[in-house]
T-cell receptor
């Protein structure tokens, strides 16, 4: 059973526009959510996170929204830049230093 | 900055060989993890460790073992490599709540089993 789902394997967005990546989860024990960005042949790098006590967290061009009742979170990138082309992984954890549960990733392609 | 170093970036091994993947972190973190990443399957947890000499199975431990003799070092062992273990392997560490539950990854090790 997949506890963290990213239903779009890929997403293509024009440079300068908004990119919206979606993630759904099923485990109500998840308390902390993170987004990672991964370039080919490199390890994932941490991008932004949100605690379940919040519904929004913003860091520069990146904003993560959390809807706990719908068990849904999304990552907004505004404006999208060519360097944003990468695979984005959504991850969740109950907290306490346990391993993260990852989604399968969404490949974001920014078109010029 | 947290530094997670994986000793080998690219390896080619033969079926049946014993393979060691080494990982070292410099942040004195207790928690360390081994994931593998495959296209369309995302990141899957193989094993993790909460402390020296402690290990816990993740989601896909079959065919793997681990060793944590020192706090900073976590090794992944393929006792008898098989072609379905061709993958990108990622070591990670976290300080837990003190680091905001953020996991930090190494650069990855590409293993090809022929």
């Amino acid at each position: 059973d997949q506890q963290v789902k990213q239903n779009s394997p890929s997403l293509s967005v024009q440079e300068g526009r908004i990119s919206i990546l979606n993630c759904d989860y099923t485990n109500s024990m998840f308390d902390y959510f993170l987004w990672y960005k991964k370039y080919p042949a490199e390890g994932p790098t941490f991008l932004i996170s949100i605690s379940s006590i919040k519904d929004k967290n913003e860091d520069g061009r990146f904003t993560v929204f959390l809807n706990k009742s719908a068990k849904h979170l999304s990552l907004h990138i505004v404006p999208s830049q060519p360097g944003d082309s990468a695979v984005y992984f959504c991850a969740a954890t109950p907290g306490g230093g346990d391993g993260l549960t990852f989604g399968k990733g969404t490949h974001l392609i920014i078109q010029p | 900055d947290v530094k997670v170093t994986q000793s080998s970036r690219y390896l080619v091994k033969r079926t049946g060989e014993k393979v060691f993947l080494e990982c070292v972190q410099d942040m004195d973190h207790e928690n360390m993890f081994w994931y593998r990443q495959d296209p369309g399957l995302g990141l899957r947890l193989i094993y993790f460790s909460y402390d020296v000499k402690m290990k816990e199975k993740g989601d896909i431990p079959e065919g793997y073992s681990v060793s944590r003799e020192k706090k900073e070092r976590f090794s992944l062992i393929l006792e008898s490599a098989s072609t379905n273990q061709t993958s990108m392997y990622l070591c990670a560490t976290t300080g837990g709540l003190s680091s905001g539950n953020t996991i930090y990854f190494g650069e990855g090790s590409w293993l090809t089993v022929v």
